[in-house]
């Protein structure tokens, strides 16, 4: 049991100084294994990070009482999921991993991953967060992913072909109706004229009555036509504006950022290299230097509309747009994060949403414009397309923004 726990403990302290290195843009291989070894939690941090906040600290003091305090682990995971309960992250701007969080993370793995499924219930705090970390920090091969189970997510029956059925039935209701009131109006009207046209026999002249009946019945049909026509167009208009709102129209994409660097000409600006599988490389620009640096974008995997007509922003080329969620005051913004075991270049799905994507967007007809409105990510966090989830042959696509537009 204590070689165990002792091979832990350097487990623990290889990754952290793996990842604290990858985190701040340092080369790992300068720290030395012998020296991971022979450093406790504190000193190995204090080599790597050279920070004085008071909240670091106590995150790398809890971390040293972890491993230092046998017995009271669960004691240590109890506050720590109470304190997970009401953020994303330890400490930072809403979602983005700070040192913190990596060095808690490292020292607690090895812990929880030994916990049965029953134990592990009792924090479901520490695993959301551990979750979210080990997807988009790199801890090194020295850490396995620990397994979450999540609850599996049952998208609603979309309404949309309900409503084209009663959309549908009340069109033919109304032809239907228009056509049973002209034969009602052509009965009426045709007794009223033999009621005014009797005479007696000596005065009626049979050849000229006929006629009149006639062209009365030819009045009565050619009015009644253009009210048919009219009803036969009215669907057909709003079929077209739908199919304009229809997110089937969309070349959504997982993607894998292969590099990242800074825009030349603009501070607010980042430059992506994506790989879609199949030697497929896309360039795209995204607005994203305010809220991460280039390193923490490369090795991400992202959602991005892949068939948006290619274009310079600042006279960068880029061909795609990487979809972020976003709270409502735009403070926090984050790309989508497609689940593990997503494939590469694989075509996010919507339930119900079944047509063919158009080669490239036309911007005069502003499709992103109708269709935006309706993205959103739902109070777990899924991404949704007017409550749909986006949906990728490993489960849907998701943010640790819940509540939130996706643009």
């Known amino acids: 049991m204590a070689a165990a726990a002792a091979e832990d403990s350097a487990g623990a302290k290889r990754a952290m100084a793996y990842a604290l290195c990858k985190h701040?843009?340092?080369?790992?291989?300068?720290?030395?294994?012998?020296?991971?070894?022979?450093s406790d939690i504190a000193t190995l941090f204090s080599h790597i990070v050279k920070s004085t906040q008071d909240e670091v600290k106590k995150w790398v003091e809890f971390s040293s009482n972890f491993v230092g305090?046998?017995?009271?682990?669960?004691?240590?995971?109890?506050?720590?999921?109470?304190d997970l309960s009401q953020k994303s992250v330890l400490l930072g701007n809403g979602f983005k991993p700070s040192v913190a969080d990596i060095v808690v993370f490292a020292t607690v793995h090895f812990f929880v991953g030994h916990l049965g499924e029953n134990e592990l219930q009792k924090y479901p705090h520490i695993?959301?967060?551990?979750?979210?970390?080990?997807?988009?920090?790199?801890?090194?091969?020295?850490?396995?992913?620990?397994?979450?189970?999540?609850?599996?997510?049952?998208?609603?029956?979309?309404p949309k072909k309900a409503d084209k059925g009663d959309a549908d039935s009340s069109s033919k209701k109304v032809v239907s109706g228009q056509k049973n009131?002209?034969?009602?109006?052509?009965?009426?009207?045709?007794?009223?004229?033999?009621v005014e046209n009797k005479a007696p026999e000596s005065k009626v002249n049979p050849t000229s009555a006929k006629p009149s009946g006639d062209k009365k019945k030819t009045q009565d049909k050619s009015a009644g036509?253009?009210?048919?026509?009219?009803?036969?167009?009215?669907?057909?208009?709003?079929?077209?504006?739908?199919?304009?709102?229809?997110?089937s129209i969309?070349?959504?994409?997982?993607?894998?950022?292969?590099k990242a660097w800074k825009h030349p000409s603009a501070d607010s600006l980042l430059v992506e290299e994506i790989y879609l599988?199949?030697?497929?490389?896309?360039?795209?620009?995204?607005?994203?230097?305010?809220?991460?640096?280039?390193?923490e974008l490369v090795n991400r995997s992202v959602v991005l509309i892949t068939n948006v007509k290619p274009g310079k922003l600042r006279d960068v080329m880029s061909a795609g747009l990487v979809l972020c969620a976003s709270n409502q005051d735009h403070t926090v913004v984050e790309p989508l994060i497609p689940p593990e075991g997503a494939k590469l270049g694989e075509r996010i799905s919507f339930e119900g949403f079944d047509g063919k994507p158009e080669d490239v967007l036309n911007p005069k007809k502003k499709q992103l414009d109708k269709i935006t409105p309706d993205l959103h990510t739902d109070v777990n966090g899924i991404a949704t397309f007017r409550g749909i989830p986006f949906t990728t042959s490993a489960g849907p696509c998701r943010s640790s923004v819940p509540n939130a537009s996706i643009k």
Request: hydrophobic content about 35%; proline content about 5%.
């Open 277 to 295: 599988g199949d030697g497929n490389v896309r360039q795209v620009v995204s607005g994203l230097a305010k809220y991460f640096s280039p390193e």
């Open 250 to 258: 969309l070349n959504i994409q997982v993607g894998l950022i292969r």
């Open 127 to 158: 695993l959301r967060w551990m979750d979210y970390l080990q997807n988009i920090v790199d801890f090194g091969t020295t850490v396995q992913k620990i397994n979450v189970n999540k609850s599996v997510f049952k998208p609603p029956a979309h």
């Open 24 to 38: 701040l843009g340092l080369d790992p291989s300068t720290i030395s294994s012998t020296g991971i070894e022979e």
């Open 225 to 247: 036509k253009p009210n048919e026509v009219v009803a036969d167009k009215a669907p057909q208009k709003t079929s077209e504006k739908d199919s304009e709102c229809n997110v």
């Open 69 to 82: 305090k046998c017995g009271e682990q669960h004691v240590l995971l109890s506050n720590l999921n109470q």
């Open 181 to 194: 009131a002209g034969k009602l109006d052509a009965s009426v009207d045709s007794k009223k004229a033999a």
